[in-house]
């Protein structure tokens, strides 16, 4: 594992953007003539304004109430890192509320430029985003952020998100009746949208120093939830900093894999970030919390019994397990559904213990690609999981003759799209103890190991008994055989 470590508070700055390519400072949306905004060659094609307010992006953001993005990386964290306002140092700005600066931008939303001679979808969002940047210029003093004087500010240093006038792509549902399109949302003053998404573009500053990376996302989530929340922003600026998607990629229609074993729910780098509708996004994998310097971590070198601690006690920890092969190891830790995992699972357990399978062969290939749990098909054939979450339920499960359990396939369930992965003692026998031998590679279609070094069984399996109730301090026993 490559090590980013991410361990101090870095300032945020939002960008609140509307877009007025006349360059007249009037917005002329009229519901009788919205050809005025749609109609290639009207001036105003592309126009698009603004209808939130600063003051609500400052308090969604880094108002400390328990439910802002900052709360989020502070609980998620163990308070090792977040992201606070940012300095507005622009002398003709007093009133400005530090940590968002609302901007016209004199060209049209970029969903509208894309449709231009010479852009396409990713050119134009480049375009767009590069100006933007570059229009933040004068209200920052970026240069006294490069701490290493190295002429270049990496999003640890300084972060900035944009929030373009209108829906995010990403999150918008939109009208049945017309579909998700960039630019037919359902309301016609909001027609053009961005996807969500974390670019590496570099600006440069007229005081001499390169920006690098930057979230973009839509001002509005969708229809259902208005105001853009906290989970998909989370999720980009998690990018910004190195983390990779750990969902599904596929060429489609015929590489389509909707049962392919991702960590769904158990990380915002998947699907967690739409968590409760976005408000409350859930935690990162211990991979990626590994990898930022964000969890505690303990080897279970030998055979015997270990403390997990929970994220929020304080003493947050991750077990880590070697096995026989060195590219391959488990990963246990504690998550309960409580702060911003309240909505982890939609059971009604209280959380418990979490086994993760982490390949590293697999990760030095496919990682830093963001296709390390991908179900591509690269040079014709799917490459295994290099994360993988072993749930208690939730895959496709084996039976033998007699109608008895014998295994869990390689692929989540077909009925269950919400897979349960606490372990925990309990009266049920079955919810306190993992066996390695009863899960499938998804790929490899091999148990316990994607590969076995020479001389290992094929049997090895790695036992994990939980030994208490759902709680912040849970011991496990650790017990490997042939």
């Known amino acids: 594992m490559k090590f980013i470590k991410r361990e101090s508070p870095a300032p945020l700055l939002i960008v609140l953007v509307s877009f007025d390519p006349s360059r007249e400072g009037i917005d002329h949306y009229d519901p009788e003539h919205p050809e005025l905004l749609t109609d290639k060659d009207s001036p105003y094609y592309g126009e698009q304004w603004i209808s939130s307010t600063p003051q609500h992006y400052y308090d969604t953001f880094f108002k400390e109430d328990g439910n802002s993005l900052i709360d989020y990386y502070k609980e998620m964290t163990g308070g090792k890192f977040w992201f606070y306002p940012a300095k507005i140092d622009h002398p003709d700005t007093p009133d400005q509320i530090d940590g968002v600066l609302t901007l016209v931008a004199p060209f049209p939303h970029p969903a509208a430029l894309r449709n231009f001679r010479g852009y396409d979808n990713k050119t134009a969002a480049h375009q767009v985003i590069h100006d933007i940047v570059k229009m933040c210029d004068k209200y920052i003093d970026f240069e006294k952020y490069d701490k290493d004087g190295d002429g270049r500010i990496t999003p640890d240093e300084f972060g900035i998100i944009i929030l373009n006038a209108g829906y995010d792509h990403s999150t918008q549902r939109g009208d049945p009746s017309v579909g998700v399109d960039y630019e037919n949302a359902p309301d016609p003053r909001h027609r053009f949208m961005v996807h969500g998404t974390s670019q590496h573009i570099i600006v440069q500053t007229d005081d001499g120093v390169r920006l690098t990376c930057f979230s973009n996302v839509g001002e509005h989530r969708n229809v259902n939830s208005l105001y853009m929340t906290i989970g998909t922003p989370g999720h980009e600026l998690a990018h910004n900093l190195g983390a990779q998607d750990l969902y ?24 967690g970030n739409h968590s409760n509708g976005g408000n409350t996004p859930t935690y990162m994998d211990p991979y990626h919390r590994i990898l930022f310097g964000w969890t505690n971590v303990d080897e279970a070198n030998e055979d015997g019994v270990y403390t997990l601690h929970s994220v ?9 397990i070697p096995t026989p092969n060195p590219d391959e ?73 007699r109608g008895r359990f014998e295994k869990f396939g390689p692929l989540y369930d077909d009925t269950d799209k919400n897979a349960i992965p606490f372990f925990y003692k309990s009266e049920d026998p079955e919810t306190s103890v993992f066996n390695s031998r009863d899960y499938c590679g998804a790929a490899s279609l091999s148990y316990s190991l994607n590969e076995f070094p020479e001389g290992v069984s094929p049997e090895w399996n790695l036992c994990i008994e939980v030994l208490d109730e759902p709680g912040a301090e849970m011991k496990v026993k650790i017990t490997r055989e042939d």
């Not at 489609?252 to 769904?264: G, H, I, L, Y």
């Not at 929020?312 to 880590?320: F, Y």
């Not at 086994?355 to 690609?369: G, P, Q």
């Open 248 to 271: 599904s990629r596929y060429t489609p229609p015929q590489d389509a894999e909707k049962r392919w074993p991702t960590p769904r729910r158990f990380s915002i780098m998947c699907n």
């Open 312 to 320: 929020r006690s304080g003493k947050g920890n991750v077990l880590r």
């Open 329 to 401: 190891f488990y990963l246990c830790e504690i998550r309960l559904k409580e702060g911003f995992e309240e909505y982890l699972t939609f059971d009604d357990s209280k959380g418990g213990v979490i086994v993760w399978h982490i390949d590293e062969k697999i990760n030095e290939e496919w990682f830093w690609r963001a296709q390390c749990v991908s179900s591509n098909r690269p040079g014709g054939k799917r490459h295994d999981l290099g994360v993988q979450i072993r749930p208690r339920q939730g895959m496709e499960k084996i039976f033998d003759k």
